[in-house]
């Protein structure tokens, strides 16, 4: 005699995933990443950051190195971390945005994008879709966001391709319908002065 989860099939049991890994799924769905190594592993060109390959708060505990120009720097800094637990990182500067997604019981895979960096949580300026997305709706989720003079260059800093953008919200939707996204947070996704959008950190709980 089987009980009813054997007869539905167990469910897979939740896996936070490391900050590599996070970034490594979104490069499955062609989102474009920092180039990111373990620290014992072939080094990206200077300047670098160094972090812990962890999705915890690694900014609060001063473990998030910017900036770095030399091996000195590089290896002071990885001594602070735990070499073993670092990973390393091309720069990547510009405009801040957060992208994330995440499942909701009612509505299935909600996609999120909104102002990022350290002060995402201060500035809660966030707009919503609900998955699968279509350019249209992500270009109107952008469109709700209320710090639009952030996203045309604000002192100083890269504009946003809002067009580029609402791409990367659909490889988003499009990620967490096709790997059983629970939590995904990209933050900081950075627009940089060349145009690209680049995603530099993230968190992910998939099951």
């Known amino acids: 005699m089987t009980d009813g989860r054997a007869a539905a099939g167990i469910r897979r049991a939740k896996l936070t995933l490391s900050v590599l890994e996070t970034l490594r799924l979104a490069e499955k ?3 474009h990443i920092a180039r990111t190594v373990k620290a014992d592993g072939p080094l990206p060109s200077f300047p670098l950051a160094a ?3 962890t999705s915890e708060h690694k900014s609060e505990k001063g473990l998030v190195f910017l900036g770095i120009r030399s091996r000195e ?10 070499k073993g637990d670092a990973i390393v990182q091309e720069m990547a500067s510009g405009t801040e945005l957060i992208v994330g997604a ?14 990022g960096g350290t002060l995402a949580e201060a500035y809660a300026d966030v707009s919503f879709g609900i998955a699968p997305l279509s350019e249209p709706d992500a270009e109107r989720m952008i469109g ?4 639009q003079k952030l996203l045309d260059g604000f002192r100083g800093k ?10 990367l919200l659909v490889a988003v939707s499009k990620l967490a319908e096709g790997e059983g996204v629970l939590e995904l947070d990209l ?3 950075v627009a ?3 145009g690209r959008l680049v995603a530099v950190d993230g968190r992910a709980v998939v099951g």
């Open 192 to 194: 940089t002065s060349d």
């Open 73 to 82: 720097e590089l290896e002071a800094a990885l001594s602070k971390i735990g």
């Open 51 to 53: 972090k812990p390959d």
């Open 102 to 115: 995440k499942a909701d019981p009612v509505f299935g895979a909600v996609v999120m994008v909104g102002i």
């Open 187 to 189: 933050n900081p996704v």
């Open 29 to 31: 769905y062609g989102i």
């Open 144 to 147: 709700e966001i209320r710090g």
């Open 158 to 167: 890269p504009s946003v391709d809002r067009k580029a953008l609402a791409r």
